[in-house]
């Protein structure tokens, strides 16, 4: 079975992993397969992996995918609400399920047939990370990072090369934008990110999302507003950002 890192990244020690995706595919079921992971970090960077199959199922896919990401997060530092979104609800099941019961019955399933797959289950058993849990997204919903993991694997799953982007080439502009507002563009992306999952960022982890100097930041006491988010205290020594099209009460950036 093929694998690859689609892009190579370092991993500063301030930087976490704030979500992750994976998918799987496969053309014929049984027939060639591939599969997609995808890490997102707080500094607004990306890391994908994806690999082939030549014979294989779509739910061997998914594990594999899982997996693959699993074993490569227990390397990483992780925010504490980090999550899997995936869009197998086997998986999905069979993780936080099924898995004690086959083991209780010497690997059976409840009509007593033997547990497909199990050499995967087993393996994903051992690299269970205790607070990761999987959540399920709808496939083909718009999830920005179902659908990239999709892309992936299917790219895979036919023999070809990671896609360059989730979109066609075709369909990007002629005269996209510079490169400093691509970086801001991503940067309000991960903002809204945070802001919609309630992730608290560590001050190091602020300065590198709003481009200000540390030094700065740490005068910050309550409350104070960049751009279009309210960002807060927790009491816990990080910050919070919250979507306030008014702006917040006080020192708008």
């Known amino acids: 079975m093929g694998n690859n890192q689609a892009s190579a990244v370092q991993d500063p020690l301030y930087r976490t992993v704030v979500a992750a995706a994976c998918d799987g595919a496969c053309k014929g079921n049984p027939g060639p397969g591939g599969w997609g992971s995808l890490l997102r970090y707080s500094d607004g960077t990306v890391e994908e992996l994806g690999g082939f199959d030549p014979q294989t199922t779509n739910n061997r896919m998914e594990l594999t995918a899982c997996l693959a990401l699993l074993k490569r997060l227990k390397e990483l530092p992780l925010d504490p609400k980090l999550a899997i979104?995936?869009?197998?609800?086997?998986?999905?099941?069979?993780?936080?399920?099924?898995?004690p019961g086959w083991k209780r019955k010497g690997w059976r399933t409840a009509s007593g047939g033997a547990v497909l797959n199990r050499e995967l289950w087993e393996a994903l058993d051992s690299a269970r990370l205790p607070g990761v849990p999987l959540v399920h997204v709808r496939g083909h919903s718009g999830d920005p990072d179902n659908d990239r993991c999709d892309a992936i694997a299917v790219a895979y799953s036919r023999g070809e090369k990671t896609p360059a982007a989730a979109v066609p080439v075709d369909a990007v502009p002629v005269d996209a934008a510079p490169a400093p507002l691509q970086r801001l563009l991503s940067r309000l992306e991960l903002a809204d990110r945070f802001a919609e999952a309630g992730y608290g960022l560590s001050l190091v982890e602020l300065a590198q999302l709003v481009e200000q100097p540390l030094s700065r930041l740490e005068e910050r006491e309550g409350p104070w507003s960049w751009r279009q988010w309210l960002v807060e205290p927790d009491g816990e020594g990080r910050w919070r950002l919250r979507r306030t099209p008014q702006g917040g009460p006080q020192g708008a950036e």
């Open 85 to 99: 979104r995936t869009d197998s609800k086997y998986l999905i099941d069979g993780f936080s399920r099924w898995l």
